[in-house]
């Protein structure tokens, strides 16, 4: 069992690693060069950088200082669980893009990362924007599947969530996210800059869709917990889900226990994780993939 759980601590480490790095090259060599605002720390940094343009303050140094500034706020307001599980992204992410933004410059390799410096750069542009929305949907997919976070403005969400127990942290995430597209198309002045940037966030969100939340399929958790209500009560906030709960007889034990089932699309698998780690560490979970689902709610 040590071993099994050492593998699969390897393996997740190694997935948000490789993630985070496909997430900094994207971002350095594709996003950054043509100051694209997709929102997160990188459309931050652009607007920024529009509006405070410092000679000595770089885009990948404003990313770097807003990286572990957010990193350090998570690990104040929402604990030590949730930092560890941004820490990997929080060191890898500003150190990649700093590394992956010098290989971009036009006077390395010949300047072949150095997109803008092409013959045609209208087209670069639009490149820019598909290929990166795109590999930052990969780099982010990767990381989730490691069991990681890409923490970021996230934090930011999660953090007013906490303070504001009856805002659903979904819709926190977009508005925070869509405020950091609009601070940037309003820096950029650009109307085709910023059309650009959304068209690449839409890229992303479809490649995590497709490669980690799984589009439409569906799944059901079993979950066992002395805090069922709690967590109860969150799924349905949160998910909007309905659950059962059963009676059921711990084998061992023989102690009576309460068993909490719900169905849930596989975009809503995180955020179920993150509501039973919040109130119970030690719940036991069975998830379990689901072939068909009828009823209220599901076709």
Not at 65 to 84: E, I
Not at 200 to 214: E, K, M, N
Not at 277 to 296: R, S
Request: glycine share 12%; charged share 15%; with cysteine.
């Amino acid at each position: 069992m040590k071993k099994e759980l050492l593998f699969r601590l390897i393996k997740n480490t190694g997935l948000v690693a490789l993630g985070t790095l496909i997430l900094a090259f994207a971002t350095a060599v594709f996003i950054l060069p043509f100051d694209l605002v997709i929102g997160g720390m990188s459309g931050l940094a652009v607007g920024i950088d529009r509006l405070c343009p410092w000679e000595c303050v770089s885009k990948d140094l404003l990313i770097t200082l807003l990286c572990w500034g957010l990193f350090l706020l998570g690990f104040l307001l929402l604990g030590k669980r949730f930092a560890a599980k941004t820490l990997v992204s929080a060191l890898l992410y500003p150190i990649g893009v700093a590394a992956f933004s010098r290989l971009a410059e036009p006077n390395v390799l010949g300047g072949f990362f150095h997109l803008p410096a092409g013959e045609h750069p209208q087209i670069a542009m639009l490149l820019g924007a598909l290929f990166g929305g795109l590999l930052i949907g990969v780099g982010c997919s990767l990381t989730f599947l490691g069991g990681g976070s890409s923490g970021g403005t996230d934090i930011i969400a999660f953090s007013l969530c906490k303070y504001f127990k009856k805002w659903r942290s979904s819709y926190v995430i977009f508005a925070v996210d869509a405020s950091i597209i609009l601070f940037g198309m309003i820096a950029l002045g650009d109307l085709t800059r910023s059309l650009l940037g959304i068209l690449s966030a839409f890229l992303c969100a479809l490649a995590v869709d497709r490669l980690f939340l799984g589009g439409n399929r569906a799944l059901s958790a079993q979950i066992i917990s002395d805090h069922y209500e709690e967590i109860n009560q969150a799924i349905i906030k949160h998910l909007q889900r309905t659950t059962t709960l059963l009676s059921a007889k711990g084998g061992y034990s023989g102690a009576d226990k309460t068993m909490l089932q719900v169905s849930f699309s596989m975009r809503q698998y995180a955020l179920l994780m993150m509501i039973i780690e919040q109130y119970d560490p030690n719940a036991f979970v069975t998830v379990l993939k689901v072939q068909e689902i009828n009823g209220e709610g599901w076709r």
